[in-house]
């Protein structure tokens, strides 16, 4: 038998450009979208000396605004990545009247400018706000006063001589003299944040789920697992690395976030003054090299938290690809 040459292989036809120009236009529009800006940031900060770059980096007011900030997007993230979850789980798994409503407005913060949306909020949540009123400590009073007046009606209708009085003065002894202030606190900036960072968690989580074939569920109930059971070990393993993802998401959202914060926190020096808000303050005071100090810090405080986030990621999605 004759040996048959071996042909050579047709070359594969691309639609974009071969490997070499492709890589090329990525390293050059990564370059001037991130590259460049940030080495100017760096660059710029060299510039002041390590005691002048400690001096503005370490200034009480800018750390408290680090501890709000990160605490803040921290809280925030956390909020989400339990809401979000549960938010995506319903517009999977259900079907109800106005779900295709519903899912729209998770992308409102999304589209809605910022400032609005913290225009809205402060709206809200201020002490005369719709929310905000209830809120007050008059407020939180007639929130306990208005449903033991009921049950105090229903009881002298049925000639009953027990009275809820004793029991709404003993909650009334935990409501704190200022009621709950929510604009203008540290709580209004977590409430900001929360809102516009929702959108990362479900719209990560949200394909995950509706990949996830119901069936593993029904076999895991066929052998007996129950609910708890059931999403731990066969729902959480699938959709935990897009979680710790979207968490990732929010946080990067929410630490640089500025127009719908600065309207609810009310910006009180070592109160409720975010460091995006320091960095704009130095840049109207002509102070390039400090916010760029702040800048770089705050920079490296996000790369660290993604890092570490991306870690926790890699290490529990080995753990929960590890055979039981």
Do not use: C
């Amino acid at each position: 038998m004759s040996k048959m040459s071996a042909l050579p292989s047709p070359k594969t036809k691309r639609v974009l450009p071969g490997f070499g120009i492709s890589l090329g236009y990525t390293l050059l529009y990564l370059s001037l979208i991130v590259l460049i800006p940030v080495s100017a940031l760096f660059f710029k900060a060299s510039g002041m000396g390590w005691e002048a770059f400690w001096s503005a980096v370490s200034a009480p007011r800018v750390v408290a605004s680090y501890k709000l900030s990160i605490g803040a997007s921290l809280a925030a993230a956390t909020i989400n990545a339990v809401a979000g979850l549960l938010v995506a789980w319903v517009l999977v798994r259900y079907r109800f009247p106005g779900k295709r409503l519903v899912d729209s407005l998770v992308d409102l913060p999304f589209a809605l400018p910022t400032a609005v949306a913290g225009i809205a909020l402060t709206t809200i949540y201020a002490p005369t706000g719709w929310i905000g009123r209830w809120l007050t400590a008059d407020g939180l009073k007639q929130l306990i006063h208005a449903p033991l007046g009921i049950v105090d009606a229903i009881l002298a209708h049925a000639g009953s001589a027990f009275t809820t009085v004793p029991f709404a003065q003993w909650l009334e002894r935990f409501i704190p003299e200022d009621g709950i202030q929510t604009a203008f606190s540290p709580l209004g900036v977590t409430i900001a944040l929360t809102f516009i960072s929702l959108p990362f968690v479900v719209r990560t989580v949200q394909p995950v789920l509706e990949d996830l074939n119901p069936e593993l569920e029904q076999a895991a109930a066929t052998l007996g697992a129950n609910r708890l059971t059931t999403f731990w070990r066969v729902i959480l393993p699938e959709i935990w690395p897009a979680l710790l993802t979207g968490f990732a998401l929010a946080f990067a959202r929410a630490i640089g976030e500025y127009g719908s914060v600065v309207f609810i926190s009310g910006n009180m020096p070592m109160k409720t003054e975010i460091t995006p808000l320091i960095i704009i303050t130095k840049l109207e005071q002509f102070d390039y090299r400090g916010a760029a100090a702040v800048a770089v810090v705050m920079l490296l405080i996000s790369f660290t938290m993604l890092l570490v986030i991306n870690l926790l990621q890699r290490l529990s999605s080995q753990r929960f690809a590890a055979p039981l």
